[in-house]
């Protein structure tokens, strides 16, 4: 079953509550906490902003009982407000489970589901996939490809899913916002504004006009957020002033825009940014003599969804760091043979290793010592006995960073597509593992008279169309597909399916719909914007070189700019 959480995860947080009320100490108070910790960096990570809002208030309110063992157990008070916050978090989890399978059940009616195991499921035809209609249409991927399932087993649910109410404002403001939201598979309507009901099923996002009476319309945001625990809440307003901000957010808001003319962009970037992402999971090599306490360390990062190598020989780190390709290596200090701080400096003797951040553990508390240790190649020390949720929430902070520092290296910057060199080196990787029966369909893209759009209406309204179409590309194609930034106004994308050249219909969809998306230009002038593009198929068995492939496309390409733009040409 399809869910942001596994029943066993709801049942988990119910179980490890009673196991402390049965016996309050310390110990069960630390895994209820691990485990609290661990379900708020998830809602973090998959966007789940109302549940996140109650997630939150639960953990401040566990950590700051925390304490150790002298304080425990707590008053008898806050045990009861406890007890109180997990029924209702579990009662909104459960709402969730119940409502995802719902979904996941309706589009498997409508066959739009993913398969539960690409793997056992054949692909469908690529000129069966995305089409032009109000839900971006999902299809199942090729053996080896990434689905909706992050490799935690944590799922959420699409953005199609989730109907944007537009609330405030006139009728004929939304109108256009409505029309323009649907190119990109996004389904928006307008609601009545008045104090809705209490549902705890209701996961749509609210997007709510403040420009007239703001003062008023906190009251209704506080209540909003009590009726709608569960929904993204987002307010636009013209005050661009601190003060007010800081109380809209207070109130339960979970983004503030500015409302001008430029609202339709921050809308799309802000509603598109909350879609899925598949996140590999943390991935951790300690590196720690002690039986004892390597155990404890493996057992603390293990429920808290990390994948963890273990090692007692830091003589074999070199080896295992290429094979394991760890996010972070926890470094004992004192183990025989050579110390941590050793062993790390030699691991920073190869390029491949210098960004990979390294944790040491250790009872050491001279500060001098420390200071020489991160001096020679550490990024953290911290002292045994640690605190695990102080740990955990230090090792997931240096992966995240470790993982951004890698994704401003691989994707572009204004689009957040794959860049031009991660482009190439996931076509060549596609050419390689191409399942037999497959093809490639390499496809060259790009803006038409796009100088002419820079000329006339400037830079920052030219890269505003770039993102749209990568928006729009990201939204319509499949997870598995290739879709990088190849330079420019250019675009590269790689499509795998069954028949070759059978993306070229998806593409003339996607075509169409880009040709009908306003932007607002110089002078508050409207225009449209458009794209032609080539294709060239690789199937198994071919030359398996990339440049010939691309050179194909680039052809068709300059075929389709020649024969009037605005159009897809298919190579010879």
Same mark, same amino acid.
């Given at each position: 079953?399809?869910?942001?959480?596994?029943?066993?995860?709801?049942?988990?947080?119910?179980?490890? =509550?009673?196991?402390?009320?049965?016996?309050?100490?310390?110990?069960?108070?630390?895994?209820?906490?691990?485990?609290?910790?661990?379900?708020?960096?998830?809602?973090?990570?998959?966007?789940?902003?109302?549940?996140?809002?109650?997630?939150?208030?639960?953990?401040?309110?566990?950590?700051?009982?925390?304490?150790?063992?002298?304080?425990?157990?707590?008053?008898?008070?806050?045990?009861?407000?406890?007890?109180?916050?997990?029924?209702?978090?579990?009662?909104?989890?459960?709402?969730?489970?119940?409502?995802?399978?719902?979904?996941?059940?309706?589009?498997?009616?409508?066959?739009?589901?993913?398969?539960?195991?690409?793997?056992?499921?054949?692909?469908?035809?690529?000129?069966?996939?995305?089409?032009?209609?109000?839900?971006?249409?999902?299809?199942?991927? !090729?053996?080896?490809?990434?689905?909706?399932?992050?490799?935690?087993?944590?799922?959420?649910?699409?953005?199609?899913?989730?109907?944007?109410?537009?609330?405030?404002?006139?009728?004929?403001? =939304? &109108?256009?916002?409505?029309?323009?939201?649907?190119?990109?598979?996004?389904?928006?309507?307008?609601?009545? =504004?008045?104090?809705?009901?209490?549902?705890?099923?209701?996961? @749509?996002?609210?997007?709510?006009?403040?420009?007239?009476?703001?003062?008023?319309?906190?009251?209704?945001?506080?209540?909003?957020?009590?009726?709608?625990?569960?929904?993204?809440? $987002?307010?636009?307003?013209?005050?661009?002033?601190?003060?007010?901000?800081?109380?809209?957010?207070?109130?339960?808001?979970?983004?503030?825009?500015?409302?001008?003319?430029?609202?339709?962009?921050?809308?799309?970037?802000?509603?598109?940014?909350?879609?899925?992402?598949?996140?590999?999971?943390?991935?951790?090599?300690?590196?720690?003599?002690?039986?004892?306490?390597?155990?404890?360390?493996?057992? @603390?990062?293990?429920?808290?969804?990390?994948?963890?190598?273990?090692?007692?020989?830091?003589?074999?780190?070199?080896?295992?760091?290429?094979?394991?390709?760890?996010?972070?290596?926890?470094?004992?200090?004192?183990?025989?043979?050579?110390?941590?701080?050793?062993?790390?400096?030699?691991?920073?003797?190869?390029?491949?290793?210098?960004?990979?951040?390294?944790?040491?553990?250790?009872?050491?508390?001279?500060?001098?010592?420390?200071?020489?240790?991160?001096?020679?190649?550490?990024?953290?020390?911290?002292?045994?006995?640690?605190?695990?949720?102080?740990?955990?929430?230090?090792?997931?902070?240096?992966?995240?960073?470790? &993982?951004?520092?890698? &994704?401003?290296?691989?994707?572009?910057?204004?689009?957040?597509?794959?860049?031009?060199?991660?482009?190439?080196?996931?076509?060549?990787?596609?050419?390689?593992?191409?399942?037999?029966?497959?093809?490639?369909?390499?496809?060259?893209?790009?803006?038409?008279?796009?100088?002419?759009?820079?000329?006339?209406?400037?830079? !920052?309204?030219?890269?505003?169309?770039?993102?749209?179409?990568? =928006?729009?590309?990201?939204?319509?194609?499949?997870?598995?597909?290739? $879709?990088? &930034?190849?330079?420019?106004?250019?675009?590269?994308?790689?499509?795998?399916?069954?028949?070759?050249?059978?993306?070229?219909?998806?593409?003339?969809?996607?075509?169409?719909?880009?040709?009908?998306? @306003?932007?607002?230009?110089?002078?508050?002038?409207?225009?449209?914007?458009?794209?032609?593009?080539?294709?060239?198929?690789?199937?198994?068995?071919?030359?398996?070189?990339?440049?010939?492939?691309?050179?194909?496309?680039?052809?068709?390409?300059?075929?389709?700019?020649?024969?009037?733009?605005?159009?897809?040409?298919?190579?010879?």
């Amino acid at each position: 079953m399809d869910t942001l959480f596994p029943m066993t995860q709801e049942q988990a947080l119910r179980v490890a =509550w009673l196991k402390y009320q049965a016996r309050p100490a310390f110990d069960s108070f630390v895994e209820f906490s691990s485990l609290l910790n661990h379900l708020t960096d998830s809602l973090q990570k998959t966007s789940q902003a109302g549940l996140l809002y109650v997630c939150r208030q639960l953990e401040q309110k566990a950590l700051a009982l925390f304490g150790d063992e002298t304080s425990h157990p707590i008053p008898d008070k806050d045990m009861e407000e406890m007890g109180n916050m997990v029924v209702r978090m579990c009662q909104l989890m459960g709402y969730y489970v119940r409502y995802s399978s719902r979904q996941q059940h309706d589009r498997r009616a409508v066959g739009h589901a993913p398969a539960e195991n690409p793997a056992e499921s054949p692909a469908e035809d690529q000129d069966d996939a995305a089409q032009p209609q109000p839900e971006a249409q999902v299809e199942a991927a !090729p053996e080896g490809a990434e689905t909706g399932r992050s490799k935690t087993g944590i799922t959420t649910i699409d953005i199609q899913n989730r109907e944007i109410v537009l609330l405030g404002g006139e009728e004929a403001g =939304w &109108r256009d916002l409505i029309v323009q939201l649907g190119y990109f598979g996004i389904r928006a309507r307008q609601g009545e =504004w008045r104090v809705p009901d209490a549902d705890d099923t209701d996961l @749509s996002i609210y997007l709510v006009n403040m420009v007239d009476q703001p003062e008023e319309r906190l009251d209704f945001l506080r209540i909003l957020r009590e009726r709608r625990s569960m929904a993204l809440i $987002v307010c636009m307003n013209t005050v661009d002033d601190f003060v007010f901000i800081h109380r809209a957010l207070l109130s339960g808001v979970d983004h503030y825009l500015l409302a001008d003319k430029g609202a339709l962009p921050k809308i799309l970037g802000l509603v598109i940014g909350h879609q899925n992402a598949i996140e590999e999971s943390y991935r951790v090599l300690v590196v720690e003599d002690s039986k004892t306490a390597a155990y404890a360390i493996q057992r @603390s990062l293990e429920s808290h969804g990390f994948v963890v190598s273990m090692l007692d020989k830091p003589v074999q780190v070199l080896q295992v760091i290429r094979s394991f390709q760890p996010d972070l290596i926890l470094m004992d200090m004192y183990m025989p043979y050579c110390t941590g701080v050793e062993a790390v400096r030699v691991i920073r003797q190869h390029d491949e290793f210098l960004s990979i951040p390294v944790i040491y553990l250790s009872g050491e508390t001279n500060v001098g010592l420390q200071v020489e240790a991160l001096r020679l190649g550490g990024d953290q020390f911290l002292t045994k006995p640690h605190n695990p949720v102080l740990m955990n929430a230090v090792i997931k902070s240096k992966i995240d960073r470790y &993982r951004a520092l890698r &994704r401003s290296m691989q994707n572009d910057s204004l689009t957040g597509l794959l860049n031009h060199i991660s482009s190439k080196q996931a076509l060549v990787d596609a050419l390689k593992k191409l399942p037999d029966g497959y093809c490639l369909d390499v496809v060259m893209l790009d803006i038409d008279k796009f100088k002419q759009v820079n000329d006339t209406h400037g830079h !920052p309204v030219g890269d505003q169309v770039i993102r749209s179409l990568a =928006w729009l590309l990201k939204q319509r194609l499949r997870q598995s597909d290739i $879709v990088g &930034r190849y330079g420019g106004e250019e675009f590269v994308l790689g499509l795998v399916g069954k028949i070759p050249g059978g993306a070229r219909e998806s593409l003339e969809h996607i075509r169409e719909d880009f040709h009908r998306i @306003s932007f607002i230009g110089a002078n508050e002038a409207p225009f449209t914007s458009s794209f032609s593009g080539g294709l060239a198929s690789f199937r198994k068995g071919e030359d398996e070189r990339l440049e010939p492939l691309l050179e194909r496309a680039d052809r068709a390409l300059y075929q389709a700019k020649e024969q009037g733009r605005n159009q897809i040409v298919v190579a010879s």
